[in-house]
């Protein structure tokens, strides 16, 4: 495929930058994402969540998001990235601030948080998120439950 070089303005580059995924995206990937494939698993997908498990209501923020993302992927097939995506579309947030709940705040890099997700035994997953919300166990176990009985 041929490349062309183009130049944008300083408010364009900001709005690729806020809807790139670090070290994943590419500027001319998220013209792609936005312009091309307007018909993308996560748009398609935005109703997915209305099956989602119900969550208590003191549950914070980092763990509802986490568990969603979670949910995209083992339970819709959806990519890691997709489904941060789908999320903060979701919660009317920026890719980044759900990248973060996940990644800075359980001391994981993206590609651990992808080896998690990766692994048939999910088991580890859990008892990190156990690990980080230790008032929330319940949560957790309920939830993780509930995937294992649909992934069988």
Same mark, same amino acid.
């Given at each position: 495929m041929k490349y062309y070089k183009i130049e944008v303005d300083e408010e364009?580059?900001?709005?690729l930058k806020n809807k790139a995924e670090?070290?994943?995206d590419t500027p001319n990937s998220v013209l792609?994402?936005? /312009?091309?494939?307007?018909d993308n698993k996560a748009e398609k997908s935005i109703g997915t969540l209305s099956s989602f498990p119900d969550l208590s209501e003191?549950?914070?923020t980092a763990l509802k998001q986490t568990l969603e993302v979670i949910f995209l992927v083992k339970e819709k097939g959806m990519s890691r990235s997709e489904a941060t995506k789908l999320v903060a579309t979701r919660h009317h947030v920026a890719t980044q601030t759900v /990248? #973060?709940?996940?990644?800075?705040? /359980? #001391?994981?890099?993206?590609?651990?948080? #992808?080896?998690? /997700?990766?692994?048939?035994?999910i088991n580890n997953f859990k008892n990190l998120l156990n690990q980080?919300?230790?008032?929330?166990k319940i949560d957790i176990n309920d939830?993780?439950?509930?995937?294992?009985?649909?992934?069988?």
């Open positions: 364009v580059f900001e709005y670090p070290f994943v792609r994402r936005e /312009l091309i494939n307007t003191g549950i914070p /990248l #973060d709940k996940y990644c800075r705040q /359980l #001391d994981k890099k993206a590609y651990e948080i #992808d080896r998690l /997700l990766g692994d048939s035994n980080k919300f230790t008032n929330h939830f993780f439950e509930k995937l294992s009985r649909n992934m069988n």
